[in-house]
């Protein structure tokens, strides 16, 4: 299109009248009615020698940013290769759309989960948290639950409705005394005690044996009357007093290396645990022989004895024991009562069924406390061997997962002392009393769901019974002494001391000026 052209006059024309109105505009002048539209000229077809100074209404001042026409239009094209600049958001106005961080993948938000998770499990004090807290909460769960289930038995014997549970509640404050005795003595004070509640326990067990000193109950002669209501059964201090001893004797022989020798490995120890196991089986209270030879395994099992040494022993240990039960018939009908439903004829299985129906009668959350029915003369031993079948039906199945969850926790805090220790004795205490609690709950929760023969044998912590919750409590408090002695553990509670902590923030917190409040 030619400068001289009617076309490029007219449009020539269009655009000198706008930009003299745009002046107009900008000096306050009234713009006149009709304004003529420069729409549709093409403005780089112009080849003007001298572009015109205007500006157009709304164009920033001194805006240099973008090239300028031929009249000194500001083009809103940009040159090849040029950089886009985007505006700044004005202070305090409106930001533009927000633009969203990716969310993570699900499998990373996973996987921080479980490492904090991890992190916080790993931490010095979780092991001495667990053993005390699942401990007390055992304790305490199963004092409620000797008193709901042996309200009726008191009843049936003319006596007051809380006379078990007041029994039980002397002993557990007898205990919790002695759990934190053991839980701030020394190594050392442990070890030296170890001697004399050995032979302790064997003087008391073989009291037992004398008539008209030792007292039968069910059949087994394993108690030895205190005077009163009062009672003990020294077999299970005997437990104690093979795991203190036996762990010493252990420790003492691999600070000599000796336990590379198979018979250092097995005398004495092995001998004088068959000697207990037979002073308890001269009794004929087999439940407890049980736990007293799952104890020496595991303490042979944690001194590393040889495969072949290890089954040995357990082979010997197996033959006597079918010995046993087949020379009894006693031991043969409880064997026989594995997975029964039915009672059977004379109800030889009569409890192991009545325990299965009390737990099937709870379902999830139970019929509520104190509102069992096979406690009514249905189930014999309610409130000790069969307290378990007793909380299945009167807390549910929730009920008895959390008190297997409390179990599964004290078994996984002691694991967890004896395998990071580096104190031989207290690997080998840790260990054993790991082994009793745990052992001596599957063998009850096994009676109990039918899954073993009945042992006579109380859920620790839990059932009724004085002479079986002192040692155990002993025990528990032996493992939390175990826990306190790691280094980073006891580090942990030197920075929980409110003066230790005071000094520390002090050291944290800086000076202030004195002027300043």
Request: aromatic share 8%.
């Amino acid at each position: 299109m030619s400068r001289d052209s009617p076309t490029g006059r007219s449009c020539r024309a269009r655009l000198e009248g706008t930009a003299k109105m745009a002046a107009d505009d900008t000096a306050g002048t009234d713009p006149r009615p009709a304004r003529p539209s420069a729409r549709g000229c093409i403005l780089a077809a112009v080849p003007f020698s001298a572009p015109l100074p205007l500006a157009l209404p709304g164009a920033a001042v001194g805006a240099a940013t973008e090239p300028v026409g031929p009249l000194g239009l500001a083009l809103r094209g940009r040159p090849p290769g040029a950089a886009v600049r985007r505006a700044p958001a004005a202070r305090g106005g409106a930001a533009g759309p927000a633009v969203r961080p990716p969310r993570p993948p699900r499998g990373n938000r996973v996987r921080r989960m479980y490492e904090r998770a991890r992190r916080a499990w790993d931490r010095p004090l979780t092991a001495y948290y667990l053993i005390f807290g699942a401990g007390l909460l055992l304790t305490a769960l199963g004092l409620v639950m000797v008193y709901s289930a042996s309200m009726i038995k008191a009843l049936e014997l003319s006596l007051p409705g809380s006379y078990f549970f007041r029994k039980q509640f002397l002993a557990a404050v007898i205990g919790a005394g002695l759990m934190l005795l053991a839980s701030r003595m020394p190594g050392k004070l442990h070890r030296a005690l170890s001697y004399p509640l050995l032979v302790g326990a064997v003087f008391l067990m073989v009291l037992v044996q004398v008539p008209g000193i030792g007292h039968s109950v069910n059949g087994n002669q394993n108690w030895i009357y205190l005077g009163g209501p009062f009672q003990l059964q020294p077999s299970e201090f005997g437990k104690l007093a093979l795991i203190l001893w036996g762990a010493d004797l252990l420790a003492r022989k691999q600070d000599k290396r000796l336990l590379t020798q198979w018979k250092h490995l097995l005398v004495p120890l092995v001998p004088v645990a068959f000697m207990l196991l037979g002073l308890i089986m001269l009794g004929g209270d087999m439940g407890t022989a049980i736990i007293l030879a799952a104890i020496l395994f595991g303490l042979l099992w944690l001194a590393g004895a040889p495969t072949r040494l290890f089954g040995g022993v357990l082979a010997v240990t197996c033959v006597l024991g079918f010995i046993l039960i087949r020379t009894s018939a006693n031991r043969m009908s409880r064997l026989a009562c594995i997975g029964a439903t039915e009672p059977g004829p004379e109800d030889q299985c009569w409890q192991a069924v009545h325990g299965i129906y009390a737990l099937a009668s709870g379902g999830w959350f139970g019929s509520g406390l104190g509102a069992s029915v096979e406690k009514w003369g249905q189930l014999p031993e309610p409130h000790t061997d069969f307290i378990f079948a007793i909380t299945g039906e009167e807390l549910g199945l929730a009920g008895t997962l959390s008190v297997l969850a409390l179990f599964a926790a004290l078994g996984y805090a002691g694991i967890r002392v004896a395998g990071r220790t580096e104190d031989p004795f207290v690997r080998y205490a840790a260990g054993g009393v790991t082994t009793w609690i745990t052992a001596q709950a599957v063998v009850n929760v096994g009676a109990v769901l039918g899954l073993l023969p009945i042992a006579g044998v109380p859920l620790p912590l839990f059932s009724y019974g004085g002479s079986a919750l002192l040692p155990t409590m002993f025990a528990v408090g032996l493992l939390i002494a175990f826990a306190r002695e790691d280094p980073a553990a006891r580090a942990a509670l030197a920075m929980r001391r409110p003066g230790v902590r005071w000094k520390t923030m002090r050291r944290r917190v800086k000076k202030r000026p004195s002027g300043e409040r």
